[in-house]
């Protein structure tokens, strides 16, 4: 069984900075994709950011040169540094993780943005 625990959203002012956290328990290895999602109100989950298969990284659109993905394989953790945040940025974050076939999904942490 794989467990993903978030941690480390918040508050935020405009033009702020929050790094998240999500810790994985079970049997994981650095092959298995970890990434992030995230929701907003009346909106579709989207991607993030994300590590693939093959150990490289994508983002969104959205979030390029602003947010970086990274992962402590010796942890089975993976971040996400967030900088320049924007009233946009507002929603659930959410970590998740290939294993095999099975995709699993954390709480969610709630990051807001505003003044």
């Known amino acids: 069984q794989v467990q993903l625990v978030e941690s480390g959203g918040g508050l935020v002012q405009p033009g702020g900075s929050l790094r998240l956290s999500c810790a994985a328990s079970?049997?994981?290895?650095?092959?298995?994709?970890m990434g992030w999602y995230r929701q907003a109100p009346g909106k579709q989950r989207e991607l993030v950011a994300t590590?693939?298969?093959?150990?490289?990284?994508k983002e969104a659109d959205s979030v390029k040169g602003r947010f970086t993905i990274t992962r402590d394989n010796a942890k089975n953790t993976v971040f996400l540094q967030m900088n320049s945040l924007k009233p946009e940025d507002t929603a659930v974050y959410y970590c998740?993780?290939?294993?095999?076939?099975?995709?699993?999904w954390g709480q969610g942490t709630q990051v807001t943005v505003s003044s």
């Open positions: 590590f693939t298969s093959g150990g490289s990284t």
């Open positions: 998740n993780i290939f294993v095999g076939v099975q995709l699993y």
């Open positions: 079970g049997t994981i290895f650095s092959i298995h994709p």
